[in-house]
């Protein structure tokens, strides 16, 4: 018996006034700003034409209030993950890398020397990251039978999702960006991934 093909649509939450800052937002619950909703309306637009059948989405404010902007415009209800939200940085959070280099250099410098295991004080290591937010989405392609998922989360996230879909594991070196509100297309049938497109932003030429 054949397994059916699903697509997800693994989506950047849009712009805060944190990410215009550069300042690590992880687990502290910021707001989109007035670019932030403009570009999750561009996203909800693109959304009609692609026909989503579900969306589920992290449960921090940025991410959920995406989520609810593309559902007005698809007309789903959104279901929350906690397991997609943002890597927890710890005590870096609400800063930004001047900062974090001033205040932090050794633990800065020993996380440069191994990105994968070290991480600052009351933060996920990239390893844990990247296993949690793969069991995330695991158990939610578990939970729905949807065939074209929308799934609103970080830009962490997408990188984890993005390496898993082009066969590479937690060491996998990114060759690509995730742009607030960037559209990343992933097919999955049954255990195998594979990318369909990276960071589409063809619907954000107007707000950016």
Not at 136 to 152: F, G, S, Y
Request: aromatic share 8%; proline share 3%; charged share 20%.
């Amino acid at each position: 018996m054949s397994v059916t093909e699903r697509l997800l649509y693994i989506v950047r939450h849009g712009t805060t006034n944190w990410n215009q800052s550069g300042r690590i937002q992880g687990h502290i619950d910021i707001p989109l700003n007035e670019v932030g909703r403009a570009q999750a309306r561009l996203a909800g637009r693109r959304f009609e034409a692609l026909k989503p059948t579900a969306i589920y989405s992290s449960d921090l404010l940025r991410a959920y209030e995406t989520a609810t902007i593309i559902g007005q415009t698809t007309g789903l209800r959104v279901f929350t993950q906690p397991g997609l939200r943002e890597i927890n940085f710890g005590v870096w959070q609400g800063l930004s890398s001047p900062e974090i280099r001033q205040q932090d250099p050794a633990t800065y410098a020993a996380r440069r020397a191994n990105p994968y295991d070290v991480a600052p004080a009351g933060a996920e290591t990239w390893r844990q990251f990247y296993t949690r937010a793969a069991c995330a989405m695991d158990e939610i392609l578990v939970t729905t039978e949807a065939a074209r998922l929308i799934v609103v989360t970080h830009s962490g996230v997408c990188t984890v999702l993005g390496l898993r879909a082009l066969g590479l594991d937690c060491t996998g070196k990114r060759t690509f960006n995730s742009h607030n509100c960037g559209i990343h297309t992933i097919a999955v049938q049954g255990r195998v991934w594979r990318v369909v497109a990276l960071n589409d932003v063809s619907h954000l030429t107007s707000a950016f």
